[in-house]
């Protein structure tokens, strides 16, 4: 089997939440994985003008609103339009639907492929493991093991990420920017062709979730105090 570094890092990274210390997920839970899911050939039949009409959202539903995030070196994630979609449906249109229904809210596990030394808390066993990658997953709380999990997160990532403007997001059709811009402020129908608000409350609250997502991870913590110092 081929397997290019992206897809590596993805395994690395899979396998890292595939983890009762950091996943919350078995070897039998399922993964959709949407680069993989949808039919190149026949994007169409995915992907509709609005995209609460799409495979993605179709899929988001059957999760509950649970999104694992695998970034990149570069946090490239964070400038796509379908990735910043998908955090939507997770962060907010998963409150929305707990409003209405009473459904869970979702959950965003961050990983990324970091080679590093897990220091176990004493309280768990103490002793060290080689890692190869780390994650930081929404509203986990506060523990020593929770801190011993995320301190050794990149701290240039979780800067990078505290820059997210998803009213800045890219596609590689600007149908799809459009399309999904005007679905997160609302609008729909004839509406999801209009041209996007430049700012909007929604894209505020959006933002805001990603960024506290990481602004209260051990990680972001240890490395402002560095950074102050």
Not at 51 to 69: E, N
Request: charged fraction near 30%; aromatic fraction near 8%; proline fraction near 3%.
């Amino acid at each position: 089997m081929c397997i290019d570094r992206a897809q590596l890092d993805f395994r690395l990274n899979y396998d890292a939440a595939d983890d009762s210390r950091g996943g919350g997920f078995t070897d039998d839970t399922p993964v959709w994985v949407c680069a993989h899911a949808n039919n190149q050939w026949a994007l169409g039949d995915d992907i509709p003008d609005d995209p609460k009409q799409s495979g993605f959202t179709r899929a988001m539903d059957v999760a509950s609103g649970r999104t694992i995030t695998i970034l990149d070196k570069d946090g490239k994630v964070f400038t796509r339009i379908w990735c910043i979609y998908e955090l939507f449906l997770t962060l907010v249109g998963s409150k929305q639907k707990k409003a209405n229904d009473k459904s869970k809210e979702g959950l965003w596990a961050v990983y990324t492929a970091h080679k590093h030394t897990y220091n176990n808390p004493e309280d768990y066993g103490g002793g060290q493991e080689e890692r190869e990658a780390v994650g930081i997953i929404s509203d986990s709380g506060f523990s020593d093991f929770i801190t011993a999990r995320e301190e050794s997160f990149p701290y240039e990532l979780i800067k990078k990420a505290l820059t997210i403007k998803v009213e800045k997001a890219e596609a590689s059709k600007d149908d799809d920017r459009i399309h999904i811009l005007n679905s997160i402020v609302g609008n729909a129908g004839d509406k999801i062709n209009d041209v996007p608000p430049a700012n909007h409350d929604k894209f505020e609250e959006l933002n805001n979730g990603l960024k506290a997502n990481f602004a209260c991870s051990a990680a972001s913590l240890q490395g402002a105090a560095k950074d102050d110092d």
